[in-house]
């Protein structure tokens, strides 16, 4: 079994309840073993137009034994099951999830990139996965969550509470 990190936002209806029916479908998910969640974080868009909502976004651990590919297809499974008809940058949805880490593997290929490509440069994503896993390493950077979190601090995110509550 591999340990994965997954990102989970949503900026559109009822956020939190989105994030959470995330978290309660991607439990069913046969190969998939939810091992820990971060508190929700309250963060402003990034690159998206100044009247846009803001995202909760939070991180979930897990451990599976889906490869890359098949877990990606069981995300976006969900992500459509929960509204999601757009997959483009920028754009509102009711649910975002993105493979952070997946091991320590670095994966280069036309539908999925892991390490994220752009994990390093959000707090959104780094302060919920410090939270979780301060020492998790990113295998292209060789910097761990904390330090790379510590990188962010010019961008304001908010500790919104647990992610179960």
Do not use: W
């Not at 974080?41 to 098949?70: H, Q, S």
């Not at 990113?138 to 509470?161: C, I, M």
């Amino acid at each position: 079994m591999e340990t994965v990190y997954l990102s989970l936002g949503s900026n559109e209806g009822d956020r939190r309840a989105n994030i959470a029916a995330a978290v309660a479908e991607l439990g069913k998910v046969k190969g998939i073993e939810i091992t820990s969640i971060s508190s929700i974080y309250n963060a402003a868009p990034i690159g998206m137009k100044e009247d846009t909502a803001p995202f909760l976004n939070c991180v979930a651990a897990l451990r599976t034994t889906l490869d890359p590919l098949e877990l990606l297809d069981r995300l976006e499974g969900v992500e459509l099951a929960l509204g999601r008809h757009s997959k483009g940058l920028y754009t509102d949805r009711p649910i975002d999830i993105d493979i952070l880490l997946y091991g320590g593997r670095i994966v280069a290929l036309p539908r999925l990139s892991v390490p994220h490509p752009r994990m390093a440069q959000r707090r959104f994503v780094l302060e919920p996965l410090a939270e979780i896993a301060p020492q998790v390493l990113h295998p292209v950077l060789k910097r761990t969550s904390s330090a790379l979190n510590a990188l962010t601090a010019d961008q304001q995110v908010t500790r919104e509470g647990l992610a179960h509550a």
